[in-house]
């Protein structure tokens, strides 16, 4: 081939368009990780929906977003070069030109919709078999307990009768539930694997969801709140823990200090520090105002899985793959050499399985260990005494719970059944499955 010819070849190739931008393959996942949060049918600020391709056509209260084939008179492009203000994504850095030349291609080209399905509609979800639960927690009066189920958060009477109320959310995946102390919001952790992370801050008496922050591009995992409720934090896969304004859901910062995932976060009493534990197996005390490392808690030993501190003192219990819990004062001495472990206080007895979730009495008195092995453990910590085992289980169980007055124990996990029992002698008060199950029988799964 003669260089003239190599020449012409080029200039041709350089004057074919690029391939048009698609719906589903380009504009979709901005959607998805820069927009969602706010615009999604749980949340549909200005009356916008941008989880399918027929909310965002239809667009909020201003009428549809965009107008095919003209991006400059579209109100999204609008709200995204700030001609029309806010501008969006609120609050957050512009999208990179990049991304705004994309959407206004889009829409120049014809605005086409080529998604296979609008799959991510919100749809009150169908159970066929009890799904794994993997979070629970009791309302701070007592009444009700909020159970973590498919893409929702089901509140349930303590009776377990029909659940009163479901909170459907975009997130597949709850996998921490957290009340507020006066019951007024109900922080849902959680996400959609490899697609989104998400806090969700709902008003559980009405099933209203008033906030949600999209954090990464997986799930989060150990979400807390402080206990003056100023700030929330959940661990992710991308080795961090992200800390959230609770009033605002506005990501205050991240602090990347791990090597490996983070599953657990719990705050100090003063809510002036908080601890992240992850499969690094490192449990790192953190300044919670500024997000400065401060020390680690413990020596490594296991991956870390859970964290539960004493409700009155800085004092924490954690525990994993080693399957030993292991009890900790929060802070070491300024002047301690690295291998002292004298701030370890107490190692409670060995677990028959991985340890995956951890409680610590609102009254102070009993540790819960949870995990891998079918029985929850309820321990003295002043003494390390093991004062009872609460059986039932068929496998594995990945939450538990005490009630505010310490009187009751719930459990949850792989068999997707609710178990309450008395925390004193570990007596089943009742168990119930809380996913509302369809009738008929699964497909391939004859009786
Ligand atoms: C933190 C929440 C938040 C995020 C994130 C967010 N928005 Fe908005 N959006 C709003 C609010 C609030 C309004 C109403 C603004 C106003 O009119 O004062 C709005 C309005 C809009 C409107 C106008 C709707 C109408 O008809 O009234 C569009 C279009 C829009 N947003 C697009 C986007 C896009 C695209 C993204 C992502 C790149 C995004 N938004 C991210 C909160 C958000």
């Given at each position: 081939?003669?260089?003239?010819?190599?020449?012409?070849?080029?200039?041709?190739?350089?004057?074919l368009?690029?391939?048009?931008?698609?719906?589903?393959?380009?504009?979709?996942?901005?959607?998805?990780?820069?927009?969602?949060?706010?615009?999604?049918?749980?949340s549909?600020?200005?009356?916008?929906?941008?989880?399918?391709?027929?909310?965002?056509?239809?667009?909020?209260?201003?009428?549809?977003?965009?107008?095919?084939?003209r991006?400059?008179?579209?109100?999204?492009?609008?709200?995204?070069?700030?001609?029309?203000?806010?501008?969006?994504?609120l609050?957050?850095?512009?999208?990179?030109a990049?991304?705004?030349?994309?959407?206004?291609?889009?829409?120049?080209?014809?605005?086409?919709?080529?998604?296979?399905t609008?799959?991510?509609?919100?749809?009150?979800?169908?159970?066929?078999?009890?799904?794994?639960?993997?979070?629970?927690?009791?309302?701070?009066?007592?009444?009700?307990?909020?159970?973590?189920?498919?893409?929702?958060?089901?509140?349930?009477?303590?009776?377990?009768?029909?659940?009163?109320?479901?909170?459907?959310?975009?997130?597949?995946?709850?996998l921490?539930?957290?009340?507020?102390?006066?019951?007024?919001?109900?922080?849902?952790?959680?996400?959609?694997?490899?697609?989104f992370?998400?806090?969700?801050?709902?008003?559980?008496?009405?099933?209203?969801?008033?906030?949600?922050t999209?954090?990464t591009?997986?799930?989060?995992?150990?979400?807390?709140?402080?206990?003056?409720?100023?700030?929330?934090?959940?661990?992710?896969?991308?080795?961090?823990?992200?800390?959230?304004?609770?009033?605002?859901?506005?990501?205050?910062?991240?602090?990347?200090?791990?090597?490996?995932?983070?599953?657990?976060?719990?705050?100090?009493?003063?809510?002036?520090?908080?601890?992240?534990?992850?499969?690094?197996?490192?449990?790192?005390?953190?300044?919670?105002?500024?997000?400065?490392?401060?020390?680690?808690?413990?020596?490594?030993?296991?991956?870390?899985?859970?964290?539960?501190?004493?409700?009155?003192?800085?004092?924490?219990?954690?525990?994993?793959?080693?399957?030993?819990?292991?009890?900790?004062?929060?802070?070491?001495?300024?002047?301690?050499?690295?291998?002292?472990?004298?701030?370890?206080?107490?190692?409670?007895?060995?677990?028959?399985?991985a340890?995956?979730?951890?409680?610590?009495?609102?009254?102070?008195?009993?540790?819960?260990?949870?995990?891998?092995?079918?029985?929850?453990?309820?321990?003295?910590?002043?003494?390390?005494?093991?004062?009872?085992?609460?059986?039932?289980?068929?496998?594995?169980?990945?939450?538990?719970?005490?009630?505010?007055?310490s009187?009751?124990?719930?459990?949850?996990?792989?068999?997707?059944?609710?178990?309450?029992?008395?925390?004193?002698?570990?007596?089943?008060?009742?168990?119930?499955?809380?996913?509302?199950?369809?009738?008929?029988?699964?497909?391939?799964?004859?009786?």
């Amino acid at each position: 081939m003669s260089l003239k010819t190599l020449g012409i070849i080029l200039l041709v190739a350089a004057n074919l368009p690029a391939a048009a931008p698609s719906f589903s393959r380009d504009i979709q996942p901005i959607l998805q990780k820069k927009c969602q949060g706010c615009h999604q049918p749980a949340s549909r600020m200005s009356g916008l929906d941008l989880t399918t391709f027929d909310g965002f056509s239809k667009g909020g209260t201003r009428g549809p977003a965009f107008v095919m084939e003209r991006p400059d008179d579209s109100i999204v492009v609008r709200y995204l070069t700030a001609t029309l203000q806010p501008r969006m994504p609120l609050g957050e850095p512009a999208l990179p030109a990049s991304e705004i030349a994309l959407v206004r291609e889009w829409i120049r080209d014809g605005a086409k919709n080529d998604s296979p399905t609008e799959t991510t509609e919100l749809r009150t979800p169908v159970y066929l078999q009890p799904p794994v639960i993997t979070a629970l927690r009791f309302s701070p009066d007592g009444s009700e307990i909020a159970v973590s189920g498919n893409s929702e958060v089901l509140i349930h009477g303590v009776d377990g009768t029909a659940p009163l109320r479901r909170l459907t959310g975009s997130a597949e995946r709850i996998l921490s539930l957290v009340y507020s102390s006066d019951g007024k919001l109900l922080i849902a952790g959680g996400g959609t694997p490899a697609q989104f992370g998400e806090v969700q801050i709902w008003d559980p008496k009405s099933g209203k969801l008033l906030r949600s922050t999209r954090l990464t591009g997986d799930t989060v995992f150990g979400t807390s709140l402080s206990p003056d409720e100023s700030k929330i934090a959940a661990g992710g896969t991308d080795n961090s823990v992200h800390v959230i304004e609770t009033a605002s859901g506005k990501e205050l910062y991240k602090i990347s200090n791990h090597e490996n995932w983070v599953l657990a976060t719990v705050f100090g009493i003063d809510s002036k520090r908080l601890v992240s534990a992850s499969g690094d197996r490192a449990a790192k005390l953190i300044d919670a105002a500024s997000g400065a490392f401060l020390e680690n808690v413990n020596l490594l030993r296991g991956e870390l899985a859970a964290i539960a501190r004493n409700p009155k003192k800085d004092v924490v219990v954690i525990g994993g793959a080693e399957r030993l819990p292991y009890i900790y004062l929060l802070d070491r001495p300024r002047n301690m050499k690295i291998a002292d472990d004298t701030t370890l206080v107490r190692t409670l007895e060995r677990q028959d399985g991985a340890i995956t979730a951890l409680d610590w009495s609102p009254d102070g008195k009993r540790i819960a260990v949870a995990g891998a092995a079918p029985s929850v453990n309820l321990y003295d910590p002043e003494t390390g005494e093991k004062k009872a085992s609460c059986k039932g289980h068929e496998a594995g169980i990945y939450a538990v719970a005490f009630s505010e007055d310490s009187s009751k124990l719930a459990t949850g996990g792989f068999d997707g059944k609710v178990r309450i029992y008395s925390t004193a002698d570990c007596a089943l008060i009742r168990s119930f499955v809380p996913a509302p199950l369809s009738a008929g029988t699964p497909p391939g799964r004859p009786q």
